[in-house]
Each structure stands twice: as structure tokens, then as C-alpha cells.
T-cell receptor, first 116, second 113 residues
Framework: GAGVSQSPSNKVTEKGKDVELRCDPISGHTALYWYRQSLGQGLEFLIYFQGNSAPDKSGLPSDRFSAERTGGSVSTLTIQRTQQEDSAVYLC??????????????FGEGSRLTVL | GNSVTQMEGPVTLSEEAFLTINCTYTATGYPSLFWYVQYPGEGLQLLLKATKADDKGSNKGFEATYRKETTSFHLEKGSVQVSDSAVYFCALKHSSNTGKLIFGQGTTLQVKP
């Protein structure tokens, strides 16, 4: 597709279960970002990928959160042993390259996670 | 650290009213500043940007001027439409090597006919 694609769009899970959220960036975009949007909060940065490496993981809130990117394309955000405070919309964005990045990130529509 | 503060919403206006959404930032050095918009049911998209002091970004009738002396980047529009109803996010990009954006908390705008 032409835009950033995220799946699932909605996920309801029980506390303690693991979840995986997927992001398919725009073709050719080497930079990929994960953000979290909680109710009443702004967008919280989680992790940044350049290619398959993650030089900035500073926003991951705990060691229950991890992410990987393979083939310089699709990325998966994994949350282990989910807690109710993990409930949020998880947004993925991509851009051409941080060097050429004028600040325009292209966002997906997000994955809404609800932990019961 | 770097941060962005926006006025709290929701902001409710009548069609054709003047809009201002305040945004101030804290950053070292010389960040680039942005406004992103999230229309209902859609992903965030770039509205406008400014990369250095006194620059004015503009798009779709919206404007914002990068004011270094007041560390502000307020969003304005002279005459809003119902279709402008959305959530608006102010953001900064520090001159680092990641390109990540730091966002404010967002301001919801509701325009009534």
C-alpha cells in the first residue's frame, strides 16, 4: 500500500498475556518510529529504528516492551505480560532517512490495545 | 530536557471564528518546530513546519511563526471551518541524529456550524 499499515487495528487482551503489534512502513523508508498515545496524554516516543538497528530505545517504558525490525521493513512491537496501564493506541511512523528527514513523519492509523 | 506544552482543550468555536492554539517549547540549541493534525479516524499528518527562528509555516489557511525569544509556535487560522475539527499536535525535532519528534499533549478543536 501507499501508506503506513498497522495491524491489528484493535486488540483486546487479558492482563498477563503477550501481544504483538505490527507495522509495515512506506516502501523505501529506512527510519521507523513507535509512539504510544494514552487517553489524555500526548504522543510518547518509544523506539526508533534506522534500518534494522535501534539506536534509540530510550522511550521503552519497561523490559516488558521490545521491538524488532527485519529486512529494513516490517517492525513488530511486543509487549509481554500486559498490564492495564499498557492500554493505549500504539502508533507507527516512517520517514525516508534521518539525514533527509525534514521532520515529516508518515503515521499509520494505530493499533488500539485494551488490557482487561 | 526537550519538551512541548500546548494549551489544553477542547477548544470549541463557531464556523468562521478566529483560531489560536498556543504552543511553547523547551529545548537546547535550535530545534525545528511542527504542527501535526489528526482528523477523526485518520492517522497524524504534517500540517506545517518551521526550521529556524522567525520562519513562518503555512498550509490550508493555518499559520505559525517560530518565535525564539518567547520559545513559542502558536497555530492560527483566520476563519475556521467545520472540516477543521481535529486534534492538533505541536512538536519539535532536536538537531540530533535520530529525527524523532517530541510532541505536546494535543489540543482538540471542535468547530460548530
Amino acid at each position: 500500500g501507499a501508506g503506513v499499515s498497522q495491524s491489528p487495528s484493535n486488540k483486546v487482551t487479558e492482563k498477563g498475556k503477550d501481544v504483538e503489534l505490527r507495522c509495515d512502513p512506506i516502501s523505501g523508508h529506512t527510519a521507523l518510529y513507535w509512539y504510544r498515545q494514552s487517553l489524555g496524554q500526548g504522543l510518547e516516543f518509544l523506539i526508533y529504528f534506522q534500518g534494522n538497528s535501534a539506536p534509540d530505545k530510550s522511550g521503552l517504558p519497561s523490559d516488558r516492551f521490545s521491538a524488532e525490525r527485519t529486512g529494513g521493513s516490517v517492525s513488530t512491537l511486543t509487549i509481554q505480560r500486559t498490564q492495564q496501564e499498557d492500554s493505549a493506541v500504539y502508533l507507527c511512523a516512517s520517514s525516508l532517512d534521518w539525514r533527509g528527514n525534514t521532520g515529516e513523519l508518515f503515521f499509520g492509523e494505530g493499533s488500539r490495545l485494551t488490557v482487561l | 530536557g526537550n519538551s512541548v506544552t500546548q494549551m489544553e482543550g477542547p477548544v470549541t468555536l463557531s464556523e468562521e471564528a478566529f483560531l489560536t492554539i498556543n504552543c511553547t517549547y523547551t529545548a537546547t540549541g535550535y530545534p525545528s518546530l511542527f504542527w501535526y493534525v489528526q482528523y477523526p479516524g485518520e492517522g497524524l499528518q504534517l500540517l506545517l513546519k518551521a526550521t529556524k527562528a522567525d520562519d513562518k509555516g503555512s498550509n490550508k489557511g493555518f499559520e505559525a511563526t517560530y518565535r525564539k525569544e518567547t520559545t513559542s509556535f502558536h497555530l492560527e487560522k483566520g476563519s475556521v471551518q467545520v472540516s477543521d475539527s481535529a486534534v492538533y499536535f505541536c512538536a519539535l525535532k532536536h538537531s540530533s541524529n535520530t529525527g524523532k519528534l517530541i510532541f505536546g499533549q494535543g489540543t482538540t478543536l471542535q468547530v460548530k456550524p
